[in-house]
């Protein structure tokens, strides 16, 4: 199951002679609890590129229906993700897009959840602390649209994480930190899409 191919890959990257270990999760409980479970000496993190994403939902649900609902939106979720940065996420229960809601229901109860959520994670997003260790928090990592496997598909939102997409991955993820990501991606995108899309055209290309 994945618990033996998590210890198996661990082991076979050096998990003997680490000094330390850090999981960036995405926020599912199960991979969660299955990471603690299996390794409880690891710090775990919580991906921000995964926070993120889930604080852009939020942020519509709880400004819908406002004026200029997606100018709120966006407004309310910069500065949430500010406070997150900054190591201050219990703020964000005193914005004025929360406490000014009284009687919508539907909006209570995501700002339940949002609350939940928060709270729930609270020790793997101190960002501050984890960024002045080094650690890597997701923010510095590719996005799923950067990421252009071999056969020349995007990796989509929702794919299940095989081994063989692994290995497609972290080659591409060394390239990234390692300063090599624009002179290995640019002649991949002039490949595929040369001709066929104004990128072609763009003056960084």
Not at 103 to 120: F, W
Not at 121 to 147: A, C, H, Q
Request: glycine share 4%; hydrophobic share 35%; proline share 4%.
């Amino acid at each position: 199951g994945l618990k033996s191919i998590l210890v198996s890959q661990a082991l076979t990257h050096g998990l003997r002679d680490a000094r330390e270990m850090v999981i960036l999760f995405d926020g599912t409980p199960d991979i969660r609890n299955l990471c603690i479970q299996v390794f409880p000496f690891a710090q775990m993190i919580l991906n921000m590129r995964h926070l993120c994403s889930y604080m852009k939902a939020v942020s519509k649900q709880i400004t819908k229906s406002q004026v200029n609902p997606g100018y709120r939106a966006d407004y309310f979720f910069r500065h949430a993700m500010k406070h997150i940065e900054a190591g201050r996420a219990e703020n964000i229960s005193r914005m004025n897009e929360i406490t000014s809601i009284r009687s919508n229901a539907r909006k209570k109860a995501e700002i339940r959840k949002l609350q939940d959520y928060l709270e729930m994670n609270k020790e793997w997003i101190r960002y501050p602390d984890f960024v002045e260790k080094g650690y890597l928090t997701g923010s510095d990592l590719p996005t799923n649209e950067e990421i252009l496997f071999e056969e020349g598909k995007l990796r989509q939102s929702g794919s299940m994480w095989k081994p063989e997409y692994a290995a497609a991955y972290l080659p591409l993820y060394a390239r990234y930190v390692s300063g090599e990501w624009y002179s290995y991606i640019v002649p991949l995108i002039r490949k595929y899409y040369n001709r066929n899309t104004e990128m072609a055209d763009h003056p960084d290309y």
